[in-house]
């Protein structure tokens, strides 16, 4: 990932300076023919408006023609402090989703997060586009927009965070400043839509793109193998990362697909608690209009209940998921117990309405 973030990073660097030196040399040819001064900078072009079509995505449609730049814009940073971002995200987010997970696992990750938020970007933009032209606001209709960067992934390694250690904290400036883990996509969320605002829609949707499609391959679709005995994932062969496919080929784990807990839904992860509900609210209309067209499947209350367990296991340590496991099933023994006496009630009522229609 670092390797690739490099590569193709220097890649387009080098091709944006080839590319400046000819139209320099352009532009110089030009002038000298007409007795202009020379200048070091080409007559309406900036190095920040060359683009690399062939590298990063570049919409409305200089990019059609080459496909692969939906995995490889992912990797290409054009500012020294996006590139510094970048390789931070990508060497300390890849090295613990890495040990945590697996080498397999964290390549459909960042396979996922990094190439579906791009692919939607586009198409958006595409919309956008569709959308000014025909309005006739043909002068911002032109515009065009280069989607590159990691800020996608960059939301899904925090998705990812919270999952998976939400209680940790960031300590800055000395303690100046401490946040918890959990408490990060928010903000973040907010100060690329605002980066969006001001320089370029396509940061914003990239931003909000990462977070959902990690989320909703976390929340729905990540596949794990666990031991019965156990909430939460065990050791393989060759260590904690371990291997997804051997974990497939022990019959003796239980499979689990996405996280069913309390904690990792959506409206966790914004605050205060107006926005939290109302997330909540909007989301839960989106999700019963989505299992009303098949589209998805809602979790049981014993998936949401070993979800809970797995996730306190994770943030607080056995103890604590033995005492959330304990209320769990007392929970549960209360709601069967109340099943039980509800069915005797409508049993004896029924026999009782029997016995009246025979005695009449």
């Known amino acids: 990932m670092v390797a690739a973030l490099v590569l193709f990073t220097l890649a387009t660097v080098f091709l944006r300076l080839n590319i400046y030196r000819v139209l320099l040399a352009l532009d110089a040819t030009a002038k000298s023919a007409g007795d202009g001064a020379k200048t070091t900078k080409p007559a309406g072009t900036a190095f920040s408006d060359i683009v690399i079509p062939y590298l990063t995505l570049v919409t409305p449609g200089l990019s059609v023609l080459y496909p692969?730049?939906?995995?490889?814009?992912?990797f290409v940073e054009?500012?020294?402090v996006a590139f510094a971002v970048s390789f931070a995200t990508l060497l300390f987010g890849g090295k613990y989703c890495e040990r945590v997970?697996?080498?397999r696992e964290l390549a459909v990750f960042l396979g996922l997060t990094g190439v579906i938020p791009v692919v939607l970007t586009f198409f958006s933009l595409i919309l956008l586009f569709a959308i000014r032209v025909s309005s006739g606001d043909?002068?911002?209709?032109?515009a065009v927009h280069v989607v590159n960067g990691t800020v996608g992934l960059q939301l899904a390694f925090l998705v990812a965070f919270k999952q998976l250690v939400p209680e940790h904290s960031i300590v800055l400036f000395r303690g100046l400043f401490t946040i918890k883990v959990k408490h990060l996509v928010m903000p973040v969320l907010i100060l690329y839509t605002l980066l969006g605002a001001f320089r370029g829609v396509e940061i914003a949707l990239l931003a909000w793109y990462g977070f959902f499609t990690a989320w909703v391959y976390?929340?729905?679709y990540r596949v794990t193998y666990v031991d019965p005995l156990l909430p939460t994932t065990t050791p393989v062969a060759t260590g904690e990362a371990g291997d997804a496919a051997n974990s497939a080929a022990d019959s003796s784990k239980t499979r689990i697909r996405g996280d069913a807990s309390e904690v990792f839904a959506l409206n966790t992860f914004f605050y205060p608690g107006v926005v939290r509900e109302a997330v909540h609210a909007l989301s839960r209309l989106v999700f019963k209009t989505l299992?009303?067209?098949?589209?998805?499947?809602?979790f049981g209350q014993e998936e949401v209940e070993q979800g809970n367990i797995r996730a306190s296991l994770r943030t607080n340590g056995p103890r604590a998921a033995?005492?959330?496991a304990a209320g769990s099933k007392s929970a549960a023994d209360a709601d069967a117990e109340r099943r039980r006496a509800y069915a005797l009630k409508v049993l004896e009522e029924r026999l009782d309405t029997r016995k009246n229609d025979t005695t009449a």
Do not use: D, Q
């Not at 043909?138 to 032109?142: C, V, Y």
């Not at 299992?291 to 809602?298: K, L, M, N």
């Open 68 to 74: 692969w730049v939906v995995a490889t814009s992912v």
């Open 78 to 80: 054009t500012n020294v």
């Open 101 to 103: 997970w697996s080498s």
């Open 138 to 142: 043909g002068g911002n209709a032109g």
């Open 218 to 220: 976390l929340r729905f």
């Open 291 to 298: 299992v009303a067209f098949r589209v998805c499947t809602p």
């Open 322 to 324: 033995a005492a959330v």
